[in-house]
């Protein structure tokens, strides 16, 4: 099984730099998806990381150390309507299509 | 447009009324899903489907069924619905491609069931 943790709410300043983690124990694992969602609408991806390190996407970059089970999203320059639940979710090895989301963070951006 | 569309937007039911939610892409998407979203519980795993006549269980499937009969189109049924199927739904496709440059789950709009 699989079980992803990751804070509930988070509130950061307009023009911050905010880091939301998420931390997974799994018997398998093959990556990890960062996905943004705004209230009622659908979740939109933001990034995938398979091998250790930091990835970077413009004001997005996206950590993954395998050994730790840990990640992170890194925004940078915060704008308003980066108010959002951030979607953490594990791919595991073997079962391709069973990837488990974690329960979201929802971000406030405060001016 | 690459999309994936999903029917009804909102549907309110009866308890024991069979119904269809109908979810199509237009990118052929080997990989097709269904989840549900609740407060406090996030985005479960419904059924999936890795191809044409491929299906399989995920985290909470009782109470529902799946068919994936044409590549574009999985629909999800509730053959005898119930309150605590009211939520939030959502289908999803992916390419098989599993590479570094792999973009993960394209999402539909989302169905709002409630069933009363």
């Known amino acids: 099984g699989q079980n992803i943790d990751q804070p509930t709410e988070m509130t950061a300043t307009e023009g911050a730099i905010v880091q939301i983690n998420c931390t997974y124990q799994?018997?398998?694992?093959?990556?990890l998806f960062w996905y943004q969602q705004h209230a009622g609408e659908a979740p939109t991806f933001l990034s995938y990381?398979?091998?250790?390190g930091l990835e970077e996407k413009g004001r997005f970059s996206s950590f993954l150390s395998r050994s730790k089970g840990y990640s992170y999203l890194l925004l940078k320059e915060l704008q308003m309507k980066d108010s959002a639940s951030y979607l953490c979710?594990?791919?595991?090895?073997?079962?391709?299509?069973?990837?488990?989301f974690g329960i979201g963070t929802k971000l406030q951006v405060i001016p | 447009e690459a999309q994936v569309t999903q029917n009804p937007r909102y549907l309110i039911t009866v308890t024991g009324k069979k119904l269809t939610v109908t979810c199509s892409q237009n990118?052929?998407?080997?990989?097709m899903s269904w989840y549900r979203q609740d407060p406090g519980l996030g985005l479960r795993q419904i059924y999936y489907?890795?191809?044409?006549?491929?299906?399989d269980k995920g985290d909470v499937p009782e109470g529902y069924k799946v068919s994936r009969k044409e590549k574009r189109n999985f629909p999800l049924i509730l053959e005898s619905p119930s309150p605590n199927q009211t939520s939030l739904y959502f289908c999803?496709?992916?390419?098989?491609?599993?590479?570094?440059?792999?973009?993960?789950?394209?999402f539909g709009s989302g169905t709002r069931l409630t069933v009363v």
């Open positions: 990381n398979v091998l250790d």
């Open positions: 489907s890795m191809n044409v006549e491929v299906t």
């Open positions: 799994t018997s398998g694992f093959n990556g």
């Open positions: 979710a594990v791919r595991p090895s073997g079962g391709y299509q069973k990837v488990t």
């Open positions: 999803a496709s992916s390419a098989s491609y599993t590479g570094l440059d792999y973009y993960g789950y394209t």
């Open positions: 990118m052929n998407h080997e990989y």
